[in-house]
């Protein structure tokens, strides 16, 4: 499985961004596909996840503010991000889970005025 992400960039508190992640490979055998973000001096830490049977986790940080989806079609998961805080700030990952874990780059969301 590989995974494509893309969409980050610098917008100012308040701001929304959207991230997507498009995979290929082998598909089929993933079951569920989220997002972690990485702040500096931070651990990694899960943002939202969706299952391919439609079941969604968000962080307490993100609920209400971030919004995760699936497009099968297309193979891709998004993360809409609204009323972005400069907390948000960190490198964002996507993730792939099949019979092991699949990472894609890190996209950079800079959340600053």
């Known amino acids: 499985v590989q995974l494509q992400a893309s969409g980050g960039g610098l917008v100012q508190p308040g701001g929304s961004l959207r991230l997507s992640c498009a995979a290929s490979?082998?598909?089929?055998?993933?079951?569920?596909m989220g997002w972690f973000r990485q702040a500096p001096g931070k651990q990694r830490e899960l943002v939202a996840s969706?299952?391919?049977?439609?079941?969604?986790t968000y962080a307490r940080s993100v609920r209400g503010r971030f919004t995760i989806s699936r497009d099968n079609a297309k193979n891709t998961v998004y993360l809409q991000m609204n009323s972005l805080k400069p907390e948000d700030t960190a490198v964002y990952y996507c993730?792939?889970?099949?019979?092991?874990?699949?990472w894609g780059q890190g996209t950079q969301v800079t959340v600053s005025s």
């Open positions: 490979g082998s598909i089929f055998s993933i079951n569920v």
């Open positions: 969706i299952a391919n049977g439609g079941s969604i």
């Open positions: 993730l792939a889970s099949a019979s092991e874990m699949y």
